[in-house]
């Protein structure tokens, strides 16, 4: 199984990103799909999951702000990011299963 996830960078104050994670050598559809980051000198914390029925719950803090998708046909899970704020910055890590984990996308934002 590999993911690759991409779509990080630099952005200002309040702008967007979209993240994006593509899968291979796994059944997709039928496994929960999840984001995650780890700031710096900080634990990796959970931000946003999605239920193989499409059912989707995030942490408090991004709440309003992100949403995660998924489109089965390319194997690929996302990770829209709205109005971001500096304590967002971290490495994001996208996960399938609960198991298989993407090598993490830097997102910097900036003051």
């Known amino acids: 199984v590999q993911l690759q996830a991409c779509g990080g960078g630099l952005v200002q104050l309040g702008g967007s990103l979209r993240l994006s994670c593509s899968a291979f050598?796994?059944?997709?559809?039928?496994?929960?799909l999840g984001w995650h980051r780890q700031a710096p000198g900080k634990q990796r914390e959970w931000v946003a999951l999605?239920?193989?029925?499409?059912?989707?719950n995030y942490v408090d803090s991004v709440k309003g702000r992100f949403t995660i998708s998924r489109d089965n046909g390319k194997n690929t899970v996302y990770l829209q990011m709205n109005s971001l704020k500096p304590e967002d910055t971290a490495v994001y890590y996208c996960n399938v299963g609960g198991i298989y984990w993407g090598q993490g996308t830097l997102v910097t934002v900036s003051s």
């Open positions: 050598g796994i059944f997709f559809s039928i496994n929960a």
């Open positions: 999605m239920t193989p029925g499409g059912s989707t």
